[in-house]
């Protein structure tokens, strides 16, 4: 008989199969993405998503306290003696109506639901937690990442915060940013830089984990997506079990949108919602492939059977022009993402449509995040930013309620945020002018006062 958790092939033709214990990652028949598999059947669901609101009474326990481990039935892959918890999930879906004029939906039409008020500071903690508990199932005494910023960041604040590993980050040379950076030497993770981007540093950091026996904690490692099936119960949650029309996620690895249609299949296959909402996703311009596989050349699931031709012709074509992904959202800077197999799969089940947004467009948004009380990072904002654009296009109706997930804290990237605000012209265009932003619409400029009462005063009043 199989157990009743295990890992399971994506391709339904392929079949294959591997240990709940296995930690490669790749289907054994034929290489491909791996599902954390559960038979329903022989674990106890709760019959209602009410019963989770239960755990809140019982704060004292760290399994009901974490917002991941609270929905611990719907992930039900360890023994409660094996969950690893820093205290994730404690986030907010706060409705914002200054931002849903902004993207041009009514009053009452967007929340955002706010992952940067994880420990780390970004909706990686979710995985995160999940990863270490298999991790620790395992008995792995290391483990490593490729990262754009926020998977080291967390990764070294597990290792750091449970002592139970010794965390490797492999940085490419592209974008990273101070904040992020800052988390992952602080926390004391072995951290390596290596010359190339990160597709390269993730090719290497496979390598080296299947060498030495590193545990991988990149989203090509399905347990991390158990554990961001959570952002999507909270949003349940915090909406009153009652479903949204759209859930608008930036896409980097595509490693959250296959997470949230994950939560959603299985919600439904359980009895638990009787409707999905729709899900897009959102690039940004110079690091687009899911918008322009799907989009511009049609590119579906198939029921596994997608044109994997046509995805390694276009990888073939970016780097035969040389073209490496390139976008102020440094954490979506991405040209291979390793689940896209996945993100078609989600997209195909919920009428999943994406899009890629210019960096002017996502700053812009970011700048009215901002404005409307809730700070992220410029690749967070990417979400907001296709909003707008989809409910320009008629796509999305005005009238429906939409949910963004902000998926990492402002002060991850303070460098952007000020020059955004402070830069003139001339110096906003030297910065940022070769990647395409030449003006932003939402400065908020620091004004130079001299040390003098009458003149604070004039400038005060002058901004009345
Ligand atoms: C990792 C990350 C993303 C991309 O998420 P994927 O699941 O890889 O698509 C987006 N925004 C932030 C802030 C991130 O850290
Ligand atoms: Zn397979």
């Known amino acids: 008989m199989t157990p009743a958790v295990y890992q399971k092939c994506i391709h339904p033709a392929c079949g294959g199969t591997a240990d709940l214990r296995d930690t490669h990652f790749a289907c054994p028949k034929c290489g491909g993405l791996l599902d954390v598999a559960y038979d ?45 918890t820093i205290g994730e999930g404690q986030t907010l879906c706060q409705r914002t109506d200054a931002v849903a004029k902004f993207v041009g939906l009514n009053a009452g039409g967007l929340f955002l639901q706010y992952e940067g008020m994880n420990p780390s500071g970004s909706f990686k903690d979710n995985g995160m937690c999940a990863a270490f508990t298999h991790a620790r199932i395992t008995g792995a005494s290391r483990a490593a990442c490729a990262s754009t910023g926020n998977t080291s960041a967390s990764l070294a604040a597990y290792c750091a915060a449970t002592q139970l590993m010794r965390a490797v980050i492999f940085i490419g040379s592209g974008k ?55 952002i999507m119960f909270r949003v349940l949650e915090a909406m009153n079990w009652s479903v949204p029309d759209w859930v608008v996620v930036s896409g980097g690895n595509l490693g959250n949108v296959s997470a949230f249609a994950k939560a959603f299949s299985e919600l439904k296959h359980l009895g638990l919602i009787d409707r999905a909402p729709r899900l897009a996703v959102v690039n940004a311009a110079g690091a687009c492939t899911l918008y322009e596989l799907c989009e511009k050349r049609g590119l579906r699931w198939r029921n596994g059977a997608f044109d994997r031709a046509a995805v390694d012709g276009y990888y073939a074509e970016l780097s035969a022009r040389g073209a490496k992904a390139d976008t102020l959202g440094s954490a979506i800077e991405i040209n291979q993402p390793v689940n896209l197999p996945k993100a078609l799969r989600a997209l195909s089940c919920f009428g999943g449509v994406a899009r890629a947004v210019p960096d002017t467009e996502m700053l812009d948004a970011k700048a009215q995040v901002g404005a409307g009380g809730l700070g992220c990072e410029p690749a967070s904002a990417a979400s907001v930013a296709g909003v707008k654009r989809l409910v320009a296009e008629g796509v999305i109706d005005k009238d429906a309620r939409v ?39 939402f400065a908020n400029r620091a004004v130079p006062v001299p040390n003098d009462l009458d003149a604070i005063v004039r400038a005060i009043q002058s901004h009345a």
């Open 40 to 84: 329903w059947n022989r674990l106890p669901v709760p019959k209602a998503l009410k019963h989770f609101e239960s755990k809140w009474a019982n704060r004292t326990n760290p399994l009901d306290f974490s917002g991941v481990w609270r929905f611990r039935e719907l992930l039900p892959f360890a023994a409660d003696e094996h969950v690893v």
């Open 403 to 441: 949910v963004c997930v902000l998926t990492g804290h402002l002060l991850k990237d303070p460098d952007e945020t000020v020059a955004y605000h402070t830069a003139d012209k001339a110096t906003f265009d030297a910065k940022l002018g070769s990647r395409g932003v030449t003006s932003v619409s």
């Open 176 to 230: 990273i940013s101070y904040g992020k950076l800052s988390q992952a030497l602080e926390h004391g993770a072995l951290t390596l830089q290596i010359h190339g981007d990160f597709d390269d540093a993730l090719r290497r950091v496979r390598e080296v984990s299947a060498k030495l026996g590193i545990y991988l904690v990149n989203s090509v490692n399905p347990f991390r997506l158990e554990g961001q099936k959570t």
